[in-house]
């Protein structure tokens, strides 16, 4: 948490499936490091809550990253924290898993997309 609320990631991470155009346009290289270009990091909301559990009112999230996380979840608890993600990501917003993760195959409303350096899902253009 301490190192999203910084903005600030290594190499292998900020390259990990962001084009280095975006790259560019939003971060910083700091010596090895790189860090959110200010403008950038206003943009950017960290927040720590339970994923089971109440999660109140959150603003329209364009990307969430959820990695390494419903793997340790039941497969219903995994259910209810995806069904309130697409209750918060935004029509085509994207969701990042940990590597080893995967979202249920019986979930239509995310489709895997793959990249050269990453795979993440999309939320279906439908709102709801």
Do not use: C
């Amino acid at each position: 948490m301490a190192q999203a609320q910084e903005g600030r990631f290594n190499e292998v991470e900020v390259h990990r499936g962001v084009q280095p155009i975006l790259v560019r346009e939003y971060f910083r290289k700091q010596g090895t490091d790189y860090l959110f270009h200010d403008a950038a990091g206003q943009l950017v909301v960290v927040q720590e809550l339970n994923l089971v559990g109440d999660w109140g009112e959150l603003p329209a999230a364009d990307v969430v990253f959820l990695r390494n996380v419903l793997r340790y979840m039941s497969p219903d608890a995994q259910q209810t924290v995806l069904k309130k993600l697409k209750s918060v990501l935004r029509p085509d917003g994207y969701l990042f898993l940990g590597a080893q993760e995967t979202a249920p195959e019986t979930d239509s409303d995310f489709t895997l997309v793959v990249t050269e350096k990453a795979g993440y899902y999309q939320l279906s253009g439908k709102s709801g």
